[in-house]
């Protein structure tokens, strides 16, 4: 079966960098996808990788491994805004997109 | 108005209820998607349409029927639904239809109690 893991919960201090990590076990590869969900909120787009290597966006970054079926999503500086869920998603080889359960992010003062 | 945009925002309903969810896309996008979202579960799709017509149906229970009447709007019409059709069920839209990869647009949900 195709799987996504994530873990379920970080607390991670304002100021500080946090790493997200995301492995997956799926039929084919075409891409990985991080998404960022507010509480109560629509999830809206961070980061697609295809290719090996860090991606950086601003305080966020993703790095992708394909090789380890491994992903992270860093961020950086972090500020309580960045309290939210997120969701790590692969797009295997039919194009079929496979979510992860995501990964509650607490920020605490 | 831009995005997507869901309604209602919450739901409740009884069991014997028919009540209906409503999707607008403002961003000129081929695919639209109906996703369930479950506490601490992956996000389910459920269904897709490209151009208007469905081209994914994932064993939904025939208590859910989507209604796709024109490229930017989706419904999800529900009937004798069970408690645990209760959660969050998102509409999605894409420039690409399945099968690209370009990124999914979701709107805010509507939250469905099931009494």
């Known amino acids: 079966g195709q799987n996504i893991d994530q873990p379920t919960e970080m607390t991670a201090t304002e100021g500080a960098i946090v790493q997200i990590n995301c492995t997956y076990q799926?039929?084919?590869?075409?891409?990985l996808f991080w998404y960022q969900q507010h509480a109560g909120e629509a999830p809206t787009f961070l980061s697609y990788?295809?290719l090996d290597g860090l991606e950086e966006k601003g305080r966020f970054s993703s790095f992708l491994s394909r090789s380890k079926g491994y992903s992270y999503l860093l961020l950086k500086e972090l500020q309580m805004k960045d309290s939210a869920s997120y969701l790590c998603?692969?797009?295997?080889?039919?194009?079929?997109?496979?979510w992860g359960a995501g990964t509650k992010l607490i920020i605490k003062p | 108005e831009t995005g997507v945009t869901q309604t209602p925002r919450h739901l409740v309903m009884g069991m014997t209820n028919k009540k209906s969810l409503k999707c607008e896309q403002h961003l000129g996008h081929n695919a639209m998607y109906w996703y369930k979202q479950s506490a601490k579960k992956p996000l389910e799709l459920m269904f897709v349409y490209n151009f208007k017509e469905q081209t994914e149906n994932n064993s939904v229970p025939s208590r859910f029927s989507p209604e796709c009447p024109n490229s930017s709007h989706l419904f999800l019409h529900l009937h004798t639904l069970q408690p645990e059709d209760s959660a969050l069920y998102l509409c999605?839209?894409?420039?690409?239809?399945?099968?690209?990869?370009?990124?999914?647009?979701f709107g805010e949900g509507s939250r469905l109690t099931v009494l």
């Open positions: 990788n295809v």
């Open positions: 999605a839209s894409s420039q690409d239809g399945q099968g690209g990869s370009g990124e999914l647009f």
């Open positions: 998603a692969v797009l295997d080889s039919n194009y079929q997109l496979i």
């Open positions: 799926t039929s084919g590869f075409n891409g």
